[in-house]
Each structure stands twice: as C-alpha cells, then as structure tokens.
C-alpha cells in the first residue's frame, strides 16, 4: 500500500501529531508499505518526506509557512507517487493539498481531527484573530465533510466533529509506546514531590495554573515542578515564576527531546495537565504509561473510558486553585493511594492503547476504503 500523509508539523517539531506520524510511518514501513509525509516542517533528509520552501511563523517559529501557496511541483510529485490513498492530518495547507490532490487523482481521502483549534483563539493574538479562527474553523468542517471517513481519537472529538455537521466519524484512539514509556520503581515515600507537565506552553493548555498551584504548595516538603515545552507563554510562565520567588520550587525546561522527556518522566512523581483544549492528550498517555498519576481538568478527553481508580487519572477543577492542592496534598501523604494509582496508570495505558491495534485499524480502514473506491471509478 502506498500511503500518503499530509501535515503542517512533522518530526522532530516538537508536537503530538509530529510524533505521532513518526511512529506511524515507522510501523507501516516495517510491515512493508510506502509511507509518504508531505509536511511544511521536518528533516528533508529523512526518506519519503517531502517540504516545499517555507518561513517560520511570526506568533509561532516553530511551525512554517510556504513561500509558493500555488505548489505546482508538489502536485507533479503526488502525481508521480501514483498514492493509493491520502490522509490528511488537518485542513490547513497541507490538508488542503491533500484533499485538491485525491480529487484531481481519484484517490480515497480519510482524515483526522487531532486538534481543536476553535478552542485557541487566545493562544496566538493578532488583529482580527477572533474572526480568523472562526472563519478556520467553518473552513476545517467544510473540508472533513469532503472526506470519506474522518477519525477522531475521543468522544469529545466525535460529539464535536458530529455537532459540526460530519457524519462519517469514526473513533479511533492514539496509543503509546509502552516499551518506551515505562513503569517508574514506584517510590516508598515522597520526600521529593516532583509534579510535571511537558507540552505546547500557551493560553489554552492552562500552564499558568500550575504557577498558582505552585504557590499555593512552596510550604509542602521536597516539592518541585517541572514544566518543560515551547510556546507563545514560554517568557510569560518564566516571568511568573520570577516575580513570586519561585525558582527554587519550579524549574522552566524549555524544549525537550524524546529521550529527556521519558527520563524526566521516570524521576517524576505526578503529572499535571491543565489543558481543556485538547481532543485526547497524548502526553498524559505517555505518563500513564510511565506510572504516574495524572491530574487533569474534569473535561479531560480520557475521562470518557472510566474512573480514576481504574486509569490512574484524577480530575479537578483548575479554576479552583484550593481543590486541586487539596488533591495534591492527598496523594503526598498517602503513600498507598499513590500506589494504587500508579499501577491503575500502568495498566490502563497498556489494556486500552496498544499501537498494534491502533495500526491494525488503520490498515482495515485503507484497505476497505480503496477496495470501495476502485469498485466505484
């Protein structure tokens, strides 16, 4: 099979869908198909992966834009390929080369929804940024309408793709490398605390809320936070955490590589994702996997498969700073709940999101769907 994917990011950019696409093509290749990554970011030296010229974006370096929005080259090449199927990551760019290019070469079309970006309109400010995200977001359910299944990793994804007029959904959660990602030596006491959060550092992931949860704990014992990623509140965080006095309890890790996040994961004691943005969270996941409790917000996507007890998750409110330290304070002093968590983590991590049966899926789904759509031509 001769797939291809279309992207806005790809590794080593650091973000879940990157990293995702990574794992995929390296599983569909060792099963012996054709991947091929059409992304605005990532290594060109990388086999199969193709990047026009582009710039980075103003609010947000990290991510890129093309210099030629009309990329003839790129359809010559798609042309060449001869895919047998495309799958579109978003419905920006490259999600809409990826739609023009299955119609003008009659191929099946599938997509993901892997982030909600009508919940981001305060992340990246210009004029008019209101008005441009709204007027976006009409854009991605006008073009997922078009495609011939759409999945979505959550049922809040699923009610929202459905609530915007797409009928063809299909749930299909991500899925974590537990061999990678593994169970930490569960600790007997917690004379060192660490709480860690790893992601995108901006408005909509709620990371200013751990600076308060900081505060509020600087009294308990062997306390520390972690926060480690990039975003437009990378300065803003570090410039709070300064102005309270908190350097010594919270430590600003900027950027991490896959390798440093999994040790930082293993010298963690509990994860904290504030986030009410997200369509599943994969970076809890990881966690999970890690056997770490995870603290989140109580519309966390992963809340939908079952109770704290059974995965290890806890829910709160953040906007009520006095609950979630609560909470906290609960699992630093009681060493025996902690532990019951954290192998609830483990467990829940490895029963529910194997990668085996997240790619088994996507081949039934390729292979059905270019079966329909050869019948139909």
Not at 147 to 154: D, K, Q, T
Not at 270 to 297: M, N, Q, R, Y
């Amino acid at each position: 099979m001769r797939i291809g994917y279309f992207t806005e990011t790809y590794y080593p950019t650091p973000d879940g869908v990157s990293h995702y696409l990574r794992d995929i093509k390296v599983v569909l290749e060792s099963m012996g198909h054709e991947v091929f990554i059409f992304s605005l970011t990532g290594d060109r030296k990388e086999k199969n992966v193709f990047i026009p010229m582009t710039v980075p974006l103003v609010m947000y370096p990290q991510y890129k834009v093309p210099v030629n929005f009309l990329p003839f080259r790129l359809f010559r090449m798609i042309k060449k390929l001869n895919l047998d199927i495309i799958h579109i990551q978003d419905s920006f760019f490259m999600g809409s080369i990826g739609y023009r290019a299955s119609v003008n070469f009659k191929k099946p079309i599938v997509a993901t929804f892997h982030t909600d970006f009508s919940k981001m309109k305060n992340t990246i400010r210009f004029p008019f940024s209101s008005s441009a995200f709204n007027l976006s977001w009409r854009y991605n359910l006008y073009l997922y309408r078009r495609c011939r299944i759409v999945l979505c990793p959550s049922r809040s994804a699923y009610t929202t793709l459905k609530n915007g007029g797409i009928n063809a959904v299909r749930e299909l959660p991500l899925f974590v490398d537990t061999h990678r990602f593994v169970h930490a030596v569960c600790p007997t006491n917690h004379k060192n605390f660490t709480i860690t959060y790893i992601g995108r550092i901006a408005e909509d992931k709620g990371v200013r809320s751990i600076i308060e949860i900081a505060d509020n704990l600087r009294d308990l014992n062997g306390i520390k936070f972690i926060i480690a990623g990039t975003g437009p509140d990378e300065k803003l965080i570090g410039d709070m955490v300064r102005a309270r006095g908190l350097s010594n309890i919270v430590e600003i890790k900027g950027y991490v590589n896959e390798e440093e996040k999994i040790k930082i994961l293993g010298t963690s004691t509990l994860f904290i994702h504030p986030s009410k943005s997200d369509t599943f969270g994969i970076s809890v996941l990881e966690a999970l996997s890690s056997g770490l409790p995870a603290l989140v917000s109580v519309d966390f996507p992963l809340n939908n498969y079952s109770g704290s007890e059974e995965n290890g998750i806890i829910t709160t409110d953040f906007s009520n700073i006095d609950e979630t330290c609560t909470e906290i304070r609960k699992l630093n002093a009681d060493i025996e709940y902690f532990k019951k968590l954290s192998e609830a983590a483990r467990k829940f991590s490895i029963e529910k999101f194997s990668m085996k049966s997240h790619v088994e899926a996507l081949i039934d789904i390729y292979s059905g769907l270019i079966a329909k759509y050869s019948q139909n031509i």
